[in-house]
């Protein structure tokens, strides 16, 4: 199976800081990496699909980049809204394997 | 607008069985595979299984297989979730989610299963 390794596991920040979060694959997985952003007791909500697409109605200060093991999700400037958890998940084989999240709080 | 609805969950003791549904609206359900991810209080999610968009495959997480069994009825837009031989580990809230190109673009609101005596 594929692992992912998410780091860092919490990361403390300003609004209108540039904050980028690191996800590792274990093996390649081509492109096939998403990234959700989740708040407490809500589910997940899918921000990056294929690595660097953004979904529809994300704002563009999300940004993904990466292939093959290494990827990175970057907000450019934080606000308000952005503080939650962060996972990243490969999706390449049918076995899907999520990082173990970045939790994303205010300093 | 897209919308997954989770129903069937509760308390149940270990040992026992459960039953999940997951119902899907606003999309052609059959042209997507679907699937369940949990997430334990406090912890991250773990993938629990998937299934393709016409029922034909079936796939499961190693902590799952052979206790769980995924499936889906595509002429009412449900997908199902048998759980048997439930653990005190199994206690989570278990979200459906797909509708994506591979990724999961859209989720349902959760719903909590507590294994417990």
């Known amino acids: 199976d594929v692992q992912m390794t998410q780091s860092p596991s919490t990361l403390s920040a300003s609004v209108g800081d540039r904050v980028t979060i690191t996800c590792r694959a274990s093996?390649?997985?081509?492109?096939?990496l998403a990234w959700y952003q989740q708040k407490p007791g809500k589910a997940p909500k899918l921000l990056i699909y294929?690595?660097?697409s953004l979904e529809s109605g994300v704002p563009s200060r999300f940004s993904g980049r990466g292939s093959g093991t290494d990827f990175t999700l970057t907000i450019s400037s934080l606000q308000p809204d952005d503080f939650a958890t962060y996972y990243c998940?490969?999706?390449?084989?049918?076995?899907?394997?999520f990082g173990q999240g970045t939790r994303l709080e205010i300093k | 607008e897209v919308q997954l609805v989770e129903s069937g969950g509760g308390l149940v003791q270990p040992g026992g069985s459960l039953r999940l549904s997951c119902v899907a609206s606003?999309?052609?359900?059959?042209?997507?595979?679907m699937n369940w991810v949990r997430q334990a209080q406090g912890k991250g999610l773990e993938w629990v299984s998937g299934?393709?968009?016409?029922?034909?495959?079936?796939f499961y997480a190693d902590s799952v297989r052979g206790r769980f069994t995924i499936s889906r009825d595509n002429s009412n837009n449900i997908m199902y979730l048998q759980m048997n031989s439930l653990r005190a580990e199994d206690t989570a809230a278990y979200f459906c989610?797909?509708?994506?190109?591979?990724?999961?673009?859209?989720w349902g609101q959760g719903i909590l299963v507590t294994v417990s005596s």
């Open positions: 989610a797909g509708y994506g190109t591979g990724s999961l673009g859209a």
């Open positions: 093996q390649s997985i081509s492109s096939w």
């Open positions: 299934i393709t968009g016409s029922g034909a495959d079936t």
């Open positions: 606003g999309f052609t359900f059959s042209s997507y595979a």
């Open positions: 998940e490969q999706y390449n084989s049918f076995s899907r394997t």
């Open positions: 294929q690595a660097s």
